[in-house]
């Protein structure tokens, strides 16, 4: 049992290849899931709209909020 594990220490955990040529055509886009900047602003707004609506249901069911009258 010992002698595998020391066989297992003496290979290599990573082999020693020369890494892919990668283009930096895909490392200088900056796209997030193949949106463009005004999508991404759509979906923020969204986000932050949903987050205010959420929040103030959030309060009204607590009773810390109340409707004025």
């Given at each position: 049992m010992l002698d595998d594990?020391?066989?297992q220490a003496d290979t290599p955990?990573?082999?020693d290849t020369p890494p892919e040529e990668v283009s930096y055509e895909t490392q200088t886009?900056?796209?997030?899931?193949g949106m463009t900047p005004f999508?991404?602003?759509i979906i923020a707004i969204f986000l932050l709209l949903i987050t205010l609506l959420l929040s103030s249901f959030c309060l009204l069911v607590t009773g810390k909020l109340a409707f004025p009258g």
């Open positions: 594990f020391r066989s955990f990573f082999e886009r900056r796209d997030f899931l999508q991404r602003f």
